[in-house]
């Protein structure tokens, strides 16, 4: 395939509430759309939404790379433009999947045929200012069909303590608890942390420390495996060599993975296959992601995935930017068989640029 026409969007997207997390609360995702035609009218779309502390990557200068591309892109083969974009994943491998996802799709990848509408258990944010409203919202999210929740701390070591215990309490043994600290706690901190809590109920600690610190991440886990209580790195992985470090130094009982860093539906499959490989195991999700990242990654997961997903981002936002949205059903995603297409009237509502780029023009 020749790639004919490149669309590049930057959206604001609205969320319904803000999303509190340790770096701060968030109120609408800064996305990038790639949207590519071929030659022969195939068509695919991709998605970058970044957001700081989950990657290095800022809105301005994606969407500088990412129209600097797609002006460049059209009348050039698609198997070029893959290996460019798995080149550039090692600086930008949220603006390289955007592009790669979208070539990914116009060759109608095999993970995303579904034959028929398979279902994507997914977990659900536990949120509530004390357990009254804990309670309130654990029983709405069971009644819809929830068994995984997950609750955010890396705020304050005795109050996040508190507020774990408040919804183990809440909760009593009728779901998964993930606590998700996106990087909150010094060393001694979250050590302090798994010293204070019950690790009855809890599935996993996620990514206490910062990313880079694996100093930090051996310590918690060698204190987290005496209490139980099994750790996740999430932020810290980016690509293999990461999966494989977190084995060597036993910094990781669970591995977070999302399309997003992986650059491409291959490269994040082979992901998984290798973190199983190590002992370790995987989850796959991005809560921080539209409907087309979202929809990509339950694609993947009805295939190598059997815990919750976390493809949840798009339940955040105030709209979906597919002409269907996607259904959630008893806590799960229904992927559709008919492959989704992207509701440009959404597009436009939410964008704050766009660049397009036509092979003629090109020449």
Excluded at 196 to 216: K, M, T
Excluded at 278 to 293: E, F, H, I, R, W
Excluded at 302 to 312: P, Q, R, V
């Amino acid at each position: 395939m020749k790639i004919e026409h490149v669309d590049i969007w930057r959206l604001e997207i609205p969320l319904t509430t803000p999303y509190r997390l340790a770096f701060g609360p968030v109120t609408h995702y800064d996305t990038i759309i790639v949207d590519i035609i071929g030659d022969d009218g195939e068509r695919g779309f991709g998605e970058a939404t970044l957001l700081t502390g989950y990657t290095d990557e800022t809105i301005d200068d994606g969407y500088a790379l990412a129209t600097q591309i797609g002006s460049e892109l059209p009348g050039s083969a698609s198997a070029t433009a893959r290996a460019r974009m798995r080149a550039l994943g090692a600086r930008a491998p949220f603006v390289a999947t955007a592009f790669h996802t979208a070539l990914d799709m116009t060759a109608m990848h095999p993970v995303l045929r579904q034959r028929d509408a398979r279902r994507v258990p997914m977990l659900a944010l536990l949120q509530g200012n004390d357990e009254a409203e804990l309670r309130d919202n654990f029983e709405r999210l069971f009644a819809d069909g929830y068994r995984t929740v997950k609750v955010k701390v890396g705020f304050d070591v005795d109050g996040d303590a508190r507020h774990i215990a408040a919804v183990q309490r809440v909760v009593s043994g009728r779901a998964a608890i993930r606590i998700d600290a996106n990087q909150g706690y010094t060393t001694d901190n979250a050590i302090a942390l798994v010293r204070q809590v019950d690790p009855a109920g809890i599935e996993l600690f996620e990514q206490p420390c910062a990313a880079g610190d694996w100093d930090a991440h051996r310590a918690v886990a060698i204190e987290a495996a005496l209490r139980d209580l099994p750790l996740m790195l999430d932020e810290s992985i980016y690509d293999i060599a990461d999966i494989e470090r977190a084995a060597d130094e036993r910094a990781s009982a669970f591995i977070k993975v999302k399309l997003m860093k992986f650059v491409g539906i291959d490269a994040l499959s082979a992901a998984i296959a290798r973190i199983r490989s190590l002992g370790m195991q995987p989850v796959l999700g991005n809560g921080v992601a539209t409907d087309l990242g979202c929809w990509m990654e339950a694609c993947v997961a009805t295939s190598c995935i059997d815990n919750a997903g976390e493809m949840n981002g798009f339940l955040k936002a105030r709209e979906m930017l597919f002409t269907e949205p996607l259904v959630v059903d008893k806590g799960a995603i229904v992927i559709p068989v008919e492959v989704p297409a992207l509701d440009i009237d959404a597009l436009e509502r939410f964008a704050r640029d766009r660049a397009s780029f036509r092979a003629r023009a090109a020449r």
